[in-house]
């Protein structure tokens, strides 16, 4: 157990619905970062928050949003889904990273079907 | 632009040395990274290099030249648990110091 805890691991949905993807970081960090990581391929970096406060934005699309609560817990929204959405989205959480991190400690995923 | 590569697959014998290289194109340099995933999991920090030269952790060891833009990790000693998906990164100036990484190696290890 990393102590990054990511809820629901698994999730089947339909096109055009939307969900949210939620997070607990790991005891003490600051610093909640999203990633999604579609069949086969690298890890694609969404977004960075740091103490509620967004601090990086990646390749996140429009339709996607994320937040960070003030008891450090995070939230993905994927809205208006697409069936290439359908993918494994990672949240890591790191000590440092007001200006990103080099060690990261990952959840286990959420694993995205759209059908 | 930025740009990280890396083998797609490397296969090695049990109990065996396998080298991992990647070479890397930035802009700023922050240090590199390197991560395990086995199939279905997570990834899972290895190593890090900040400075040139070879950081050694167990049967794991990673290297970095900054003047070359490139990098490796070394497995020694391979086990079949070592069989699993290894991705270099590398925090990046124009990413907003965000992790950039490698589309990842596979490492298929024969007993």
Sequence with gaps: ?115 | GQSLEQPSEVTAVEGAIVQINCTYQTSGFYGLSWYQQHDGGAPTFLSYNGLDGLEETGRFSSFLSRSDSYGYLLLQELQMKDSASYFCAVRDLDSNYQLIWGAGTKLIIKP
């Design chain 1, 1 to 115: 157990d990393s102590g990054v805890t990511q809820t629901p691991k698994h999730l089947i949905t339909a096109t055009g619905q939307r969900v949210t993807l939620r997070c607990s970081p790991r005891s003490g960090d600051l610093s909640v970062y999203w990633y999604q990581q579609s069949l086969d391929q690298g890890l694609q970096f969404l977004i960075q928050y740091y103490n509620g406060e967004e601090r990086a934005k990646g390749n996140i699309l429009e339709r996607f949003s994320a937040q960070q609560f003030p008891d450090l817990h995070s939230e993905l929204n994927l809205s208006s889904l697409e069936l290439g959405d359908s993918a494994l989205y990672f949240c890591a959480s790191s000590v440092e990273g007001y200006s990103g991190a080099n060690v990261l400690t990952f959840g286990a995923g959420s694993r995205l079907t759209v059908l």
